[in-house]
């Protein structure tokens, strides 16, 4: 795949931007994107659904603009040509927008003159980095009109960097919620939603919230067995304990650091179960009071837990549609899925448009939203 940068450059710029969610520091992340595209700005959100303002928001540009209008940009979103595309990507997909709109019929309009062309969004390639029906976030290069298209070699970029800056998000995103515990023990303990453990070098578990007393004690591919997390994998066992092992040894230091372990669990009655664990050092030792010991923090989310059986037959979707509809769900991206369902991009964007209608969506992220209730 041809990109405007060397294999050297890429792995160093996908580097940063994993550097970026664990510091929080994305500045350099989107002056570089400006530079290697030759784009006038580069910006990106992170927004909970429930909240009008973001929690982050970060913009760079290489031109001087007014900051009112970003913020009419934000209070008029829904008139921007391009915002109904963006609602239709799926999370990890990447989109030239302009091979969907012509942004010159569009030059007359009002909003045009007061928002777009005074921020110069012309050309515009975007990658959607988080749809989980809570929170939404995407990133967004632009060129303005006095500047030229994109090129392939600018698009396949966006292509390979959105996936690892989705990733990134997510880390960033599990480690701002961490952060914003005053007391990581009370995060722990007051957690209904997910299994968190707290273990040392050897895998013992040290502290573990009911949740996890209550789910990993039934048959699953994650149990709780004699002090110990056991996986059913032996494989993902041994994954588990170096993750653990690696992460203890950077407790209560600076360095913070997240290491992740996906396992695709069994089909029961129409249930259909994702898992996904985390581990984290566990940073400060003043978060407890009887852990002296390096420990890290691991994190067992049960994502997919859906009774497809009973969504299929609500919103009448054909084998094929639920099929597509559960590709989606588990974060396949549509580019990977046309070799799965031997069709075009742009025949399984029809499909996906079809699933929206059937379900009474308009997005992704009330797609998201939706599905979630027949958990």
Not at 46 to 56: E, G, T, Y
Not at 117 to 124: G, N, Q, V
Not at 261 to 283: A, D, F, K, R
Not at 345 to 354: D, G, I, K, M
Request: charged share 25%; with cysteine.
């Amino acid at each position: 795949m041809d990109i405007n940068i060397t294999p050297i450059e890429l792995s160093e710029f996908i580097g940063e931007i994993y550097d970026a969610a664990l510091t929080g520091n994305w500045s350099e992340v989107l002056d570089k994107f400006i530079d290697i595209t030759q784009s006038n700005k580069a910006f990106f959100f992170l927004q909970k659904l429930d909240s009008v303002q973001p929690l982050i928001l970060e913009i760079k540009t290489n031109f001087e603009h007014s900051q009112q209008a970003v913020i009419e940009y934000q209070s008029r979103i829904e008139e921007d040509p391009f915002y109904s595309m963006t609602k239709m990507i799926p999370e990890g997909e990447f989109v030239n927008y302009n091979d969907y709109v012509d942004i010159s019929q569009h030059e007359n309009t009002e909003y045009y003159k007061t928002i777009l062309k005074p921020m110069k969004s012309h050309y515009i390639l975007a990658g959607i980095l988080c749809r989980d029906g809570i929170h939404e976030s995407c990133f967004v290069i632009n060129r303005g009109n006095d500047q030229f298209a994109y090129s392939v070699e600018d698009t396949n970029l966006v292509k390979l960097i959105t996936p690892h800056f989705s990733r990134a998000m997510h880390i960033f995103k599990e480690l701002r919620l961490y952060r914003n515990y005053a007391n990581i023990s009370k995060c722990i303990l007051d957690n209904e939603d997910k299994a968190i453990l707290v273990c040392d070098e050897s895998s013992r578990i040290i502290i573990s919230n009911e949740y996890a007393n209550h789910k990993l004690l039934s048959p699953c591919n994650v149990v709780l067995e004699k002090e110990k997390l056991k996986l059913s994998s032996k494989d993902n066992q041994q994954q588990l304990e170096r993750y653990i092992s690696q992460c203890t040894k950077l407790a209560f230091s600076d360095i913070g650091t997240q290491e992740t372990l996906t396992i695709e669990g069994n089909t029961i009655e129409g249930t259909s179960e994702s898992i996904l664990i985390t581990v984290s050092p566990l940073q400060n030792k003043n978060s407890f009071n009887n852990i002296d010991i390096p420990c890290c923090v691991v994190t067992i989310n049960f994502q997919h837990q859906l009774d497809w059986n009973s969504l299929q037959k609500e919103f009448v979707l054909t084998p094929k549609e639920l099929q597509l509809l559960k590709a989606i769900y588990t974060k396949k991206r549509l580019f990977e899925l046309t070799s799965v369902f031997n069709v075009s991009y742009n025949t399984l964007r029809t499909h996906l448009q079809t699933i929206f209608r059937k379900t009474g969506v308009n997005s992704q992220t009330e797609l998201m939203v939706k599905i979630n209730l027949f958990k």
